[in-house]
């Protein structure tokens, strides 16, 4: 199995193309449905796949947590993902999914891996309301594959928000609100319903005003209209919009596609542009800079963040002209 992902540092090349990679598996056939669905988890953040290893089950977890494992030394908690999913599957999992990402690793049980699929992220299309409403926000894209086939992306931070149970309102307690901050408007893309609350959560504390988008493609269509709207008011779009913070992976458009949109378009000279990632190995920052992005910060961090749009915000930007 190991040879599944054995080029995965040659696949951090296909960052900035608007294209993704994405592990497939399934979790068992739905006792409830007899469907056995097709899931996927985007490559950069699979570490490894391997045989389900011993597990130890430990106390006070949550249902989906079966237990730890033992992984060159660390300790890392396994999420029966069917369990968690809801998926009434009596197969056994034997396969495990090791993923890292933003600084934490966890094991996902399977009941098999399929194959590693390549996409454009316009072929991965935002869920319907139905869809997240049923997976309770869990699926972030969808495609299709022939034969009516469709695959589910998996939002693996809140998997990894929910089975934690982490508290994070500490995190926002020492953050000070923005001189003047409602005078500001962020406009920000992730299609991460856990990052977006967090996100909100940040700005909010800052008093700073924002606007929100699911993914590149509805951040870019709204800031096309905010340029159109400041050119007929012969102002500029600097005037009204403050920064621009984006996720990395999004479907339909990703943020290097959206920040190299936004850095080649003279009517949004002046708008910072942040990413803010879970994906924040050097090669995704320097990646970044390439496309003109100024600041990278890593997701879960409202500190960090905080402090980034601050400092950009009152260096960079005019406040918005009433």
């Not at 508290?167 to 005078?183: N, R, Y």
């Not at 005037?239 to 913070?245: I, R």
């Not at 990646?287 to 260096?315: A, C, H, M, N, W």
Request: proline share 5%; charged share 25%; glycine share 6%.
């Amino acid at each position: 199995m190991s040879e599944l992902l054995k080029n995965i540092d040659a696949r951090t090349r296909l960052a900035g193309t608007n294209k993704l990679e994405i592990l497939l598996f399934t979790l068992g056939t739905d006792q409830k449905t007899g469907r056995r669905e097709t899931f996927g988890i985007n490559v950069f953040k699979v570490r490894e796949v391997m045989r389900t290893p011993a597990i130890t089950a430990a106390p006070e977890m949550p249902a989906s947590v079966v237990g730890m494992v033992s992984l060159r030394g660390a300790l890392v908690p396994v999420v029966d993902l069917a369990r968690y999913v809801g998926v009434g599957a009596d197969t056994p999992r034997d396969i495990m999914i090791v993923t890292e990402y933003n600084g934490h690793t966890q094991g996902f049980l399977v009941e098999a891996v399929d194959t590693i699929l390549r996409l454009d992220w316009s072929q991965m299309r935002v869920p319907p309301d139905m869809l997240t409403a049923n997976m309770g926000g869990l699926v972030t894209a969808v495609t299709e594959l022939p034969e009516n086939r469709l695959v589910m992306l998996l939002d693996v931070e809140k998997v990894l928000s929910e089975t934690t149970r982490y508290d994070d309102s500490h995190m926002f307690k020492d953050i000070a609100p923005i001189e003047d901050g409602g005078e500001h408007l962020v406009l920000f893309a992730d299609d991460s319903s856990v990052a977006r609350k967090q996100i909100c959560q940040t700005l909010d504390v800052l008093g700073v005003r924002y606007i929100s988008a699911v993914n590149g493609r509805r951040a870019w269509e709204e800031l096309k209209l905010m340029a159109a709207q400041a050119e007929a008011a012969g102002r500029k779009v600097s005037d009204t919009l403050s920064l621009v913070l984006t996720d990395v992976e999004m479907p339909e458009m990703d943020g290097y596609i959206l920040t190299r949109s936004i850095k080649a378009d003279p009517r949004f000279e002046g708008v910072p542009v942040v990413m803010h990632s879970s994906l924040s190995g050097m090669s995704n920052q320097q990646l970044g800079k390439s496309v003109g992005v100024d600041e990278y910060v890593p997701k879960f961090e409202p500190q960090r963040l905080s402090q980034t749009l601050r400092r950009l915000i009152s260096r960079n930007v005019a406040p918005v002209r009433k």
